[in-house]
């Protein structure tokens, strides 16, 4: 029987999916095709392209959860068709919504019952929220004394990217503080020299991105109090705790930095990175509803009901808010701190580690803050390498190790940092330094260091 009767004869759903034809030409890249395909070859060729992506789990540069339950994927499912934002259809996410605002208000040490806030696509535009009325509020203070409002500035110290676009977006001068030397944050005794009447807030962060530090919010608040006392300039504190917010709880629980700290107006969150809930939320909290100007709140009813929005869209999947509340209730305080109790010791392992090595000093060791590390070249004008050319070797093990100057007065300074998520046990980072050292012994010598060092397996 000739071949071409034979593959005439097979039914379309008993096709191979690699022998369709969508499978024997390029997907379309321009053009939207004429006619259907058969969605399991559509499907397993978009997967094969996704294969190419770097593996999520060895991506030791994002903050971001990589790794969930399978409950956390069957809520996200439910939850495809939700629209969040529409909360006259979907009260009860709109429910689950303010049940994790509440959550975070008292696990931040809210005044009971005062706390206002609301789920974000994530940290930046929570941040962005929080800038938002810390700028209206600050103008409206400035009309009500007859002066200029033009001029609006906002202090910090290096900070994530997030607040730069939000000075530009909505014409703030972002005023960042450059880091001293040796520092690896905003200090408080930096902040008389920048800040004035123009000042909309000082912003801290409880986890700077480039060193994984906490800035030391009540050294921050008091030095504001003391400027206070000799100026008359009342300027409030924002803590960005996109990381920290849901590791200080747990880890430090007796680190003050939240809302026991009078001057502290309010805090973000990214529920997508340390909150352990896949990607898609953040959360921002006021101390209490009058420090979310009226103006920028827009007012939906349902059921009767009254229900305040405050985003800057408005179309969003309820998903990760559903499995935010998930991760909330199955690990409870106790679960949290025993996930990452872990982590910051298998950070600590690691901090070990690079210690021994020899070329590197460490800027931070995985204690006190975030479960993380982060260190530079001891000599990097001796070095036989640089932390880019080891970048660059650690990926051809897979890994996603970045390295980066550190911002400011210290742009001289580069540095590389691992971050160790829920999902980056102990034996996958005993690997990570065995190919760190691998990695350092071939860019030193030019040998492995298992051919250096025969029966190596550290």
Same mark, same amino acid.
């Given at each position: ?53 770097? =593996?999520?789990?060895? =991506?030791?540069? !994002? ?19 939700? =629209? ?31 706390? !206002? ?66 520092? !690896? ?13 123009? *000042? ?8 700077? !991105?480039? *060193? ?157 803050? #975030? ?5 530079? #070249? ?59 050292? *691998? ?20």
């Amino acid at each position: 029987m000739a071949l071409h009767k034979v593959t005439e004869d097979i039914p379309p759903a008993f096709e191979d999916v690699y022998s369709t034809d969508v499978s024997e030409s390029g997907l379309p890249r321009h053009r939207m095709p004429d006619t259907p395909s058969d969605p399991r070859a559509v499907c397993a060729l978009i997967l094969d392209e996704l294969a190419l992506d770097g =593996n999520s789990s060895q =991506n030791l540069a !994002t903050f971001c959860t990589t790794w969930a339950e399978p409950e956390v994927h069957k809520l996200m499912d439910v939850c495809l068709d939700k =629209n969040m934002v529409d909360k006259d259809e979907y009260p009860q996410t709109a429910e689950i919504e303010s049940r994790c605002v509440r959550i975070l208000s008292d696990l931040w040490h809210c005044p009971s019952g005062q706390a !206002t806030g609301c789920s974000t696509t994530g940290s930046s535009e929570a941040a962005m929220l929080a800038g938002l009325a810390l700028k209206r509020l600050w103008r409206a203070r400035r009309q009500a004394l007859g002066k200029p409002a033009d001029r609006p500035n906002l202090v910090c110290g290096p900070v994530q990217v997030c607040w730069e676009k939000f000075a530009r977006y909505f014409d703030v001068e972002l005023r960042q503080v450059p880091l001293e030397a040796d520092a !690896t944050g905003l200090r408080p005794h930096q902040l008389r020299d920048h800040v004035d009447e123009n *000042t909309i807030g000082v912003v801290g962060i409880l986890g700077v !991105t480039f *060193t994984c530090d906490y800035e030391p919010v009540v050294e921050l608040a008091a030095e504001l109090d003391a400027i206070e006392a000799d100026t008359g300039l009342d300027i409030p504190l924002h803590i960005d705790a996109a990381s920290g917010g849901f590791i200080a709880p747990f880890l430090q629980p007796d680190l003050v930095w939240d809302f026991q700290v009078d001057r502290v107006v309010s805090i973000n969150a990214s529920g997508h990175k340390y909150g352990m809930a896949p990607l898609g939320v953040g959360w921002v909290v006021w101390r209490s509803a009058d420090r979310l100007p009226e103006e920028l709140v827009f007012r939906v009813d349902y059921l009767g009901g009254d229900m305040p929005t405050f985003a800057l869209n408005f179309s969003r999947p309820g998903g990760a808010i559903v499995a935010q509340y998930y991760s909330l209730l199955r690990l409870g305080r106790a679960g949290y701190a025993k996930v990452y109790g872990a982590c910051a010791a298998t950070a600590q392992y690691l901090a070990g580690e690079i210690a021994g090595m020899g070329p590197f000093t460490l800027l931070y060791d995985g204690h006190g803050a #975030l479960p993380a590390v982060s260190w530079t #070249l001891t000599e990097p004008d001796r070095a036989p390498f640089s932390l880019y050319e080891l970048t660059d070797r650690l990926r051809t093990h897979g890994w996603q190790v970045p390295a980066y100057p550190l911002p400011g007065g210290r742009a001289d300074t580069v540095v590389q940092r691992v971050l160790v998520r829920h999902g980056i046990g102990r034996d996958k980072v005993m690997l990570l330094a065995r190919d760190i050292r *691998t990695s350092v012994s071939h860019l030193t010598s030019g040998v492995p260091a298992e051919a250096a060092h025969p029966g190596f397996h550290h």
